[in-house]
Each structure stands twice: as structure tokens, then as C-alpha cells.
């Protein structure tokens, strides 16, 4: 599978940009501009935990599809936070494989060829043996090596992911469990022993607050985010706070991992953190992406990119406009939408394009470059239906959103 150290793209549901997130996105959209990841949104969704609707990347363009009908969700309190996967709308990927298990991708923590999970997946496929739901889940994630863990009293969703964190393939980070009973955490360790992985204390505080009757996810320091090298780490208010954020520096130094704490005191009052809330992936990066785009016209404060092949596409083509002061970088769409008339475009000299290509360079990294690249060869269907006449290279395109 891929690992969160692996991946260089993170998916959002929609829900956060509006006003009850306020506070918390704009601080989680300042650390993400910081190192530059520019965040995909999932429209369409009814909570912000889109972990658990979303798939699980397996390789470089491979995925698998679980389904998320969680128990805790299916009744009449809870019903309207219900997201339906086929319903929602994002940057879908190619190959996606369903499987026809109920599993929340909450509840899978995972390494590159390791899994745990809590026991709930059984309670969740009744209708099979555990020896089907184990052998299915092994092949659909491709891994060797899966384990269960008890799941944590009182906790309304039973995933994995507020109880443990791989930090390598051989090391698991697991919450301090002091307040559990001695017969939960002799279960727990019982279960941990058989992984035969090496076990890390990590800094955890039990809840003590509610919200509309269940509890809250502060304290809950182990759902932090991990995008590549980068690790979004929560902070609740909490006495705590200090010695959790020491303790992921110390695990994650500089200059090799980048730490940088939020304020997540809003988001855990739903019941959940930074994993929770985030789908980070791996997109491959097409670093010679530069050499596909071509400007008609720009500077450093505003300029138009279109892809190579469309040079003499003078009725219509894909173009983004982009800002690269600012790194603003906007959705690909037709040019004579973009602007009522432009002229035709057969008098770009090869000092323009390399000029403008300097530019680009200069304020967007590699990955930034090869996203505005995918966005022209890979067209969301509005965008198709926006121009006026396709380009020859688009004809057998089959945009899916």
C-alpha cells in the first residue's frame, strides 16, 4: 500500500470551507500553502471525515473501494451526516476496485505491506466468517500481515486510528491507555503482542467532554496528519499540548520532517482529528511537465498557459490562468469563455516562451507544475462542455467528472 510518507497530494471535503470551520481552515490552508500543497475538494459529502468514504490507494494508480455504511450513522440522529460515495464528486482516479465489504478507512491503519484493525469490521460483515472478511480484506489491500484490536470502550466509530499509528514497518506508536480498565488494556496488549512489532508509548489524554452525547476526540494527539514529510500535529487547549508536540518532534526531527501544530479544538468536538478529516495520496509527478506548457501572454503577477499541442487550436482551447506571484493556480477552461475575443495564437517567439517559463519555475515547484499540466490533458467534463470546439487531442477524451 501506499504510506502517508509516500504521498504528496491531500483531498478535503468541501464542508470545511464553510463558516463553522472558519477558524480551523484558515489555519490548516496557511500550513498547507506554507509547503505548498494545494488541497483537492470532495463536493457532496455530508461530514468532514472523508477518510472513511474515500478509497484506499494500493499503488502508484491503483485503489480500492469499500463500502461505508457505518452502523454508528444508520439511525434516525444520526442519518443526515450519512455520505453516499456515489454521490460525491472529486478528482476521481482511473482504476478503482470495489469490494464488497463494509469497512470504514478510518478503521484501517496501515504500512506498506501491514494492516490493523479493530474487530468491528466483523461486527460490520456479520453476513460472513471472519476467515472471508480476513481473506478478502488481505487480497483487496495486498498486503501479508493483518491484525485486530479490541476497540476502545465508548468509542462511537471503533476505528483504528485514534488508537494506533505505524511509524515505520517495524514500530507501531500507540496511545498511553491509563483510564481503560486492567481487563481492556490486558486485551489490548495481548492483541499488540501478537503483531510482534516494536511499541512506542504516544501521548494521549481521555476525553472528558461531550457533544450531543457523545465524546469528544480531544486529546486524541495520534490522528495527526501526514502528507510526505510534512505532519500537521493537533493541539486542544490541554496541559498536554506541549509535551504531545515535543514528543512528535522528537520522533519527526528537522530538517527531514516539517512539524506543524493546529489548533484542532473545533473539529475534535465532532469526534475526530487531522487523519480523520484528510485523504492524502500519491500522484505521480510528471517532472519534465514544463516543456507541455506554452504561454500566451504573462508576467509574474498574471499569465495564460496553454498545453503544447494546442498552439494552433486558434477556435478554442484549454487554458489556466495563473498568478504566479501569489502561486494561484485556477481551474483549466476554454479561452473564449475566459475572454470575450483573443487573438489568434501563431506569434508566440521562442524568447516569450522561455521567459515565461523561467517565471513559472521560478514560484511553482515541480509538483504544482505537473498538477497545471493534468488539469489541461485531464479536463473535468464542464470544462469540455465550456469549449467551443474540441482540440484534436482531446477527441477520444472521456472526461468522468
Known amino acids: 500500500m501506499i504510506t502517508d510518507f509516500e504521498t504528496n497530494k491531500v483531498f478535503l471535503s468541501a464542508l470545511l470551507k464553510t463558516n463553522k470551520y472558519e477558524y480551523f481552515w484558515k489555519e490548516l490552508e496557511r500550513i498547507l500553502e506554507k509547503h505548498s500543497i494545494k488541497p483537492e475538494f470532495i463536493e457532496n459529502t455530508h461530514d ?42 472529486y478528482l476521481t482516479p482511473d482504476n478503482i476496485k470495489l469490494i464488497d465489504l463494509i469497512v470504514d478507512g478510518g478503521n484501517i491503519v496501515k504500512s506498506k505491506n501491514k494492516a490493523i484493525m479493530t474487530e468491528k469490521v466483523f461486527k460490520e460483515n456479520k453476513n460472513r466468517t471472519r476467515k472471508s472478511v480476513v ?64 511499541i512506542v508509548e504516544f501521548p494521549y489524554i481521555y476525553s472528558d467532554e461531550k457533544n450531543e452525547g457523545e465524546w469528544t476526540a480531544k486529546g486524541c494527539y495520534i490522528n495527526y496528519a501526514q502528507i510526505g514529510n510534512l505532519i500537521i500535529f493537533p493541539q486542544f487547549n490541554i496541559n498536554e499540548d506541549g509535551n504531545a508536540l515535543r514528543r512528535i518532534k522528537e520522533l519527526y526531527p528537522e530538517p527531514a520532517y516539517h512539524v506543524e501544530p493546529i489548533d484542532a479544538t473545533d473539529v475534535a468536538k465532532e469526534g475526530g482529528v487531522l487523519n480523520c478529516l484528510t485523504w492524502n495520496t500519491h500522484k505521480p509527478i510528471i517532472h519534465n511537465a514544463i516543456d507541455y506548457l506554452i504561454p500566451l501572454y504573462g508576467d509574474e503577477n498574471s499569465m495564460l498557459v496553454i498545453h503544447k499541442d494546442d498552439i494552433n487550436e486558434i477556435n ?86
Open 48 to 89: 468532514i471525515w472523508c477518510r472513511d468514504y474515500m478509497p484506499i490507494q494500493i499503488g502508484e494508480k491503483e485503489y480500492v473501494q469499500f463500502k461505508y455504511f457505518p452502523d454508528y450513522y444508520v439511525n434516525h440522529k444520526y442519518i443526515k451526516r450519512l455520505t453516499i460515495q456515489e454521490e460525491l464528486q
Open 316 to 401: 478554442d482551447a484549454l487554458c489556466v490562468r495563473l498568478s504566479p506571484k501569489n502561486k494561484e493556480i485556477k481551474t483549466a477552461w476554454s479561452i473564449q469563455k475566459t475572454f470575450k475575443h483573443i487573438e489568434p495564437i501563431d506569434g508566440i517567439s521562442t524568447e516569450d516562451i522561455d521567459g515565461a517559463r523561467s517565471i513559472l519555475t521560478k514560484y511553482y515547484s515541480s509538483e504544482e507544475l505537473s498538477d497545471i499540466l493534468e488539469s489541461l490533458s485531464s479536463p473535468t467534463k464542464n470544462a469540455m462542455i465550456e469549449l467551443m470546439e474540441i482540440p484534436p487531442r482531446l477527441k477520444n477524451y472521456r472526461p468522468k467528472n
Open 135 to 198: 481473506d478478502m480484506l488481505l487480497k483487496a489491500l495486498r498486503i501479508d500481515e493483518l491484525y485486530f484490536i479490541p476497540v476502545q470502550p465508548y468509542d462511537l466509530t471503533g476505528h483504528a486510528d485514534g488508537m494506533v499509528r505505524f511509524y515505520d514497518e517495524n514500530t507501531l506508536l500507540v496511545n498511553k491507555f491509563v483510564q481503560e480498565t486492567d481487563s481492556w488494556r490486558k486485551k489490548l496488549k495481548y492483541a499488540l503482542a501478537k503483531t510482534r512489532l516494536n
